[in-house]
C-alpha cells in the first residue's frame, strides 16, 4: 500500500514540477523530459533520415528552402534576444533540408531540423509561401512542441499507472480496472492528447506568422497558403479528432493574425513585406 501511495505522490509531483514557460505565448508548459536529453535523439534521427532519403542539393529549390530557413530562424534569433530570452537558442542546430518526396508536407524535429519535402512547392509557389511553411516548422521548434508531446505521452502514461493504483486500492476488480483503464486511454487520447496537438499547431501558426514578418514577408499571404491546401480537397477527419484544426478555422485565424504580425514586425524596422 505505501508503494501505490509513493507512485501517486510522485505523479503529482511531476506535475506540479515538471513545467517551463514559452516566451512567445507566456504559457507554462509540461517539460519532463529535458532537452539535454531530447536534443541528441533528435539530431541522430535527423541525420538517420537524411541517409535514407533522397535529400536535393545544389538547385534553386534547395537553396530557397535553406535561405528562407535562415531569415527565419535570424528573426527568431532577434526576437528572442529584444525579448530578454538571450541564450534560449543554446543546443539549437538548425538546418534545412529538401528532400524528394510527393507528400505535401513538412516537419521538424526539436533543436531546429527541417525537412520540407517537394510535393508541398507547387502548393507553396513561392518564396513568401514557403516561408509560410518554414515559420510554422520554425516555431515548433521554437516552442518545444516535440519536449512537450513527449511529456505529455509521459504523463499519460503515468497517469494510467496511477488509476490503476487507485482502483486496486479502492478494491476494483481485475476486469473492472481493465474497463477502467480502457477508458482512461480512449478519454486521454480524445480528451487531452489530441487537443493538445491542435494547440500546438494553433500556436505555430501564430508564433509562425510574426517570425516570418519580422524576416520581412508578408504574413497575408498565410492564409492564401491554406486556401489552396484546402483545394487539394481529401477527406478530412473531424477537427475533434485531428490532430490539426480545420483549414476553415486555421484561415480565419490567420486573417485575423495577419495585421497583428506585421505591427510586431514594425518594431524591428520591418516595413515592406515581400509577397
Known sequence: MKNKFVILLSFIFLILSGCSQNPFTGKKTLALVPNAQILPMAFQQYDQFLQENQVVENTSESRMVKTVGQKIATAAQRWLNANGYQGYLEGYQWEYNLVKDDQVNAWCMPGGKIVVYTGILPITKSEAGLAVVMGHEVAHALANHGQQRMSASQLQQLGAVATAVGSQAAGVSEENAALLNQAYGIG????????????????????????????????????????????????????????????????????????????????????????
Open 188 to 275: 486521454t487520447q480524445v480528451g487531452l492528447m489530441l487537443p493538445y496537438s491542435r494547440s500546438h499547431e494553433t500556436e505555430a501558426d501564430k508564433i509562425g506568422l510574426t517570425l516570418m514578418a519580422v524576416a520581412g514577408y508578408d504574413p497575408h499571404e498565410a492564409a492564401d497558403l491554406w486556401r489552396r491546401m484546402k483545394a487539394q480537397g481529401g477527406q478530412a477527419p473531424p477537427e475533434i479528432l485531428s490532430t490539426h484544426p480545420s483549414n476553415d478555422t486555421r484561415i480565419n485565424n490567420l486573417e485575423v493574425w495577419a495585421d497583428e504580425a506585421m505591427a510586431e514586425a514594425k518594431k524591428f524596422g520591418v516595413t515592406t513585406f515581400k509577397r
